[in-house]
């Protein structure tokens, strides 16, 4: 598994994987109906955005999955290839991000904590981010079935 820079060399990939099952269950930044062009575009933008570091979960020479941390701590994450699901990667992918926030010496200071948005139905995203030492701190005032994760940097180095 390779944690890559996203950029609009993978439009192609989300841009299939998003026409040929709409993510209705997950906010998204990329305009919906997407055409090729509006997702190139997308990753233009996003690789060129100092508010966000975006990557590509490469595996077996294509994009299986993406990893976004935005300038406000929020994390996010999305597989694209089912047949990709359940074998760690994920896992691993979040785990070089906070490496990366927490750890870098050049993003010193600009990370005290993470935190990302969990429906505890989808058990398997919400036992990995409660393995990697995330807690749940509250509930969305929007829709109470999800709930906010934490994970302090302090908590991460200790576990390092």
């Known amino acids: 598994m390779k ?5 609009e060399k993978f439009a192609k990939d989300t841009w ?3 026409n040929k099952c709409p993510w209705r269950f997950m906010r998204s930044d990329a305009p919906l109906p997407a055409t090729l062009q509006s997702e190139e575009e997308y990753y233009r933008l996003m690789s060129s955005s100092n508010d966000c570091m975006m990557y590509a979960i490469v595996e077996d020479g294509i994009m299986v999955g993406a990893v976004k941390l935005r300038e406000n ?17 994920m ?14 010496p050049l993003l010193e200071g ?9 429906n505890p139905c989808n058990a398997a995203s919400y036992c990995m981010l409660v393995k990697l030492g995330f807690k749940v701190v509250g509930v969305s005032l929007i829709n109470p079935n999800v709930h906010r994760l934490e994970l302090a940097r302090s908590s991460w180095k200790k576990r390092k």
């Open 3 to 7: 944690l890559v820079t996203i950029n």
């Open 91 to 104: 896992k691993r992918a979040i785990k070089e991000v906070l490496d990366i926030a927490f750890l870098d």
């Open 110 to 118: 600009r990370f005290n904590f993470v935190y990302a948005w969990v």
């Open 73 to 89: 701590s929020e994390l996010s994450y999305y597989m694209l290839r089912p047949e990709y699901e359940h074998r760690g990667l």
């Open 16 to 18: 299939e994987a998003r």
